[in-house]
């Protein structure tokens, strides 16, 4: 790879990164839910973006930019599509509203893709090209023939409220991780390996799950596991890759999130993302990982895209 070349795709990846951090920042500074915690309905068509051809869930960054376009245009469904995979589905995208500014309706997400090129006769370099993708909810498509892909389609209403979530339950006993309960903190123990959590009648609604799927993510980083180094990456980082990580397996768990804001690390988040506009990248990239990795202890096949 030439140096001309190689100057153009770091640029262009370098503004990929920056519009979406800016996207993330201007949410986050809204005041309103942090774009990743959403209070998921337990009905089968929503939850985390899933691509209505491959079957695969977005990963890394896509799901907040998913649940931001959500958020914005109302949209309930996990199923999204591009164009082309609408249409050759049968579906017609439905005419942008007046309301929506032109270029908005489609929502933009990324696809990483490495590039290895050699450099020498026994040496070679890896680059990673970022290219963006335009993709529509099944919200914004026309077709009858679609219907079961949206929330609410035949929907057992019987089941619907429960306090029971009895796929977590399992799926954390399975991972065999040491979790001890009582006295008032949550926290991972890196060094002894441990996760320390309060008794579960001291949380309301989900509370407990929520807490207990976070220093989780927190436990895949051990060397054992995931093998991921905190220092490098500091506190922030390893509090924001377990808080979306957290959100992930929620999502995919039927788990509503509790609405909290996490203002004791918003200030830290924020300043971090402003001076690394791959600060957010890589968050989201790992917590991906980790709910991947956590997911597969499950007895049940789950559809986590690696």
Same mark, same amino acid.
């Given at each position: 790879?030439?140096?001309?070349?190689?100057?153009?795709?770091?640029?262009?990846? *370098?503004?990929?990164?920056? @519009?979406?951090?800016?996207?993330?920042?201007?949410?986050?500074?809204?005041?309103?839910?942090?774009?990743?915690?959403?209070?998921?309905?337990?009905?089968?068509?929503?939850?985390?973006?899933?691509?209505?051809?491959?079957? @695969?869930?977005?990963?890394?960054?896509?799901?907040?930019?998913?649940?931001?376009?959500?958020?914005?245009?109302?949209? =309930?469904?996990?199923?999204?599509?591009?164009?082309?995979?609408? &249409?050759?589905?049968?579906?017609?995208?439905?005419?942008?509203?007046?309301?929506?500014?032109?270029?908005?309706?489609?929502?933009?997400?990324?696809?990483?893709?490495?590039?290895?090129?050699?450099?020498?006769?026994? &040496?070679?370099?890896?680059?990673?090209?970022?290219?963006?993708?335009?993709?529509?909810?099944?919200? *914004?498509?026309?077709?009858?023939?679609?219907?079961?892909?949206?929330?609410?389609?035949?929907?057992?209403?019987?089941? @619907?409220?429960?306090?029971?979530?009895?796929?977590?339950?399992?799926?954390?006993?399975?991972?065999?991780?040491?979790?001890?309960?009582?006295?008032?903190?949550?926290?991972?123990?890196?060094?002894?390996? /441990?996760?320390?959590?309060?008794?579960?009648? *001291?949380?309301?609604?989900?509370?407990? /799950?929520?807490?207990?799927?976070? &220093?989780?993510?927190?436990?895949?980083?051990?060397?054992?596991?995931?093998?991921?180094?905190?220092?490098?990456?500091?506190?922030?980082?390893?509090?924001?890759?377990?808080?979306?990580?957290?959100?992930?397996?929620?999502?995919?768990?039927?788990?509503?999130?509790?609405?909290?804001?996490?203002?004791? /690390?918003?200030?830290?988040?924020?300043?971090?993302?402003?001076?690394?506009?791959?600060?957010?990248? *890589?968050?989201?990239? =790992?917590?991906?990982?980790?709910?991947?990795?956590?997911?597969?202890?499950?007895?049940?096949?789950?559809?986590?895209?690696?």
């Amino acid at each position: 790879m030439n140096l001309i070349r190689r100057r153009l795709l770091v640029s262009n990846n *370098q503004k990929i990164r920056e @519009e979406i951090t800016n996207q993330i920042i201007t949410a986050l500074e809204s005041g309103s839910l942090l774009p990743w915690r959403k209070p998921w309905s337990r009905d089968r068509n929503s939850g985390m973006g899933k691509n209505i051809v491959s079957g @695969e869930l977005y990963t890394g960054v896509n799901p907040l930019l998913l649940g931001l376009a959500s958020e914005r245009h109302g949209f =309930q469904s996990r199923y999204w599509g591009t164009f082309r995979q609408w &249409e050759q589905l049968g579906g017609k995208i439905m005419r942008r509203p007046s309301r929506v500014s032109k270029g908005q309706w489609g929502t933009k997400i990324v696809f990483c893709k490495a590039v290895t090129k050699k450099k020498g006769h026994d &040496e070679e370099e890896t680059y990673f090209l970022l290219r963006t993708y335009t993709v529509f909810c099944v919200d *914004q498509v026309e077709g009858d023939h679609l219907d079961y892909l949206r929330v609410g389609f035949k929907t057992d209403t019987r089941n @619907e409220v429960s306090n029971t979530f009895d796929e977590a339950d399992a799926l954390i006993e399975a991972t065999g991780a040491d979790i001890r309960h009582g006295g008032n903190q949550a926290f991972y123990d890196l060094a002894q390996d /441990y996760i320390q959590v309060p008794n579960r009648d *001291q949380f309301s609604g989900s509370g407990y /799950y929520d807490t207990v799927l976070h &220093e989780l993510v927190h436990w895949a980083e051990h060397t054992n596991r995931l093998n991921w180094d905190r220092k490098s990456g500091g506190y922030a980082l390893g509090e924001l890759i377990a808080e979306i990580g957290a959100c992930y397996l929620c999502s995919e768990l039927g788990i509503p999130t509790n609405e909290e804001n996490h203002h004791a /690390y918003l200030n830290g988040w924020l300043q971090r993302m402003k001076q690394d506009s791959s600060f957010i990248f *890589q968050a989201s990239s =790992q917590a991906s990982k980790a709910a991947d990795y956590i997911m597969s202890f499950s007895k049940k096949p789950v559809e986590v895209a690696g």
